[in-house]
T-cell receptor, first 113, second 114 residues
Framework: SQQGEEDPQALSIQEGENATMNCSYK?????LQWYRQNSGRGLVHLIL?????REKHSGRLRVTLDTSKKSSSLLITASRAADTASYFC?????????????FGTGTQLKVEL | DVKVTQSSRYLVKRTGEKVFLECVQD?????MFWYRQDPGLGLRLIYF???????EKGDIPEGYSVSREKKERFSLILESASTNQTSMYLC?????????????FGSGTRLTVV
């Protein structure tokens, strides 16, 4: 089964609204990362949060991490049509040897004008 | 601009063919990975390599093999292509060491086996 599970599977919002996506995972991690994938393309790294961090910001992105609940959220503020994409969380597992990430199934975000 | 290059964006092959998917990175990264992506299943790890001539099985290695003769190149081989290997294949690389600080992905190869 997937280490990371995103929620919701799909999200549709209006331009200018905020978008929140959640990720839950099962085992202890070194860090958690978020990626974006535009349709039919490769994934692009957005942001990384370490297991000892609770919140991190990068431009319009805000990521939180709750290791006690094994969950993370990605907030995109003031969304734009160009934010339309799929978003994936990925975990670097504490027992994974540091060499691989485990990805969730993704949230499809659609931002409408 | 640093990048990971996959040799083909789209590929159509016949059942039973031997298929080679090539991936090259120019960042001197230690680690390289092959994932396949299918609707509803997310990304699943096929094989990865953390050094030249080293390879490790991922979660779904059956029907695949890999080759890493040079640090910058990681090839995925479908020994005898089958229709259930129709998928998007994604190559990625990362710096290496004890903690993974993020992947750089290629643009993907959409493979159709007919």
């Amino acid at each position: 089964s997937q280490q990371g599970e995103e929620d919701p599977q799909a999200l549709s919002i209006q331009e200018g609204e905020n978008a929140t996506m959640n990720c839950s995972y099962k085992t202890s991690i070194n860090n958690l990362q978020w990626y974006r994938q535009n349709s039919g393309r490769g994934l692009v790294h957005l942001i990384l949060i370490r297991s000892n961090e609770r919140e991190k910001h990068s431009g319009r992105l805000r990521v939180t991490l709750d290791t006690s609940k094994k969950s993370s959220s990605l907030l995109i503020t003031a969304s734009r049509a160009a934010d339309t994409a799929s978003y994936f969380c990925a975990t670097d597992l504490l027992t994974g040897g540091g060499n691989k990430l485990t990805f969730g199934t993704g949230t499809q975000l659609k931002v409408e004008l | 601009d640093v990048k990971v290059t996959q040799s083909s964006r789209y590929l159509v092959k016949r059942t039973g063919e031997k298929v080679f998917l090539e991936c090259v990175q120019d960042m001197d990264h230690e680690n390289m990975f092959w994932y396949r992506q299918d609707p509803g299943l997310g990304l699943r790890l096929i094989y990865f390599s953390y050094d030249v001539k080293m390879k490790e099985k991922g979660d779904i290695p059956e029907g695949y093999s890999v080759s890493r003769e040079k640090k910058e190149r990681f090839s995925l081989i479908l020994e005898s292509a089958s229709t259930n290997q129709t998928s998007m294949y994604l190559c990625a690389s990362s710096l290496g060491g004890g903690v993974n600080y993020g992947y750089t992905f290629g643009s993907g190869t959409r493979l159709t086996v007919v």
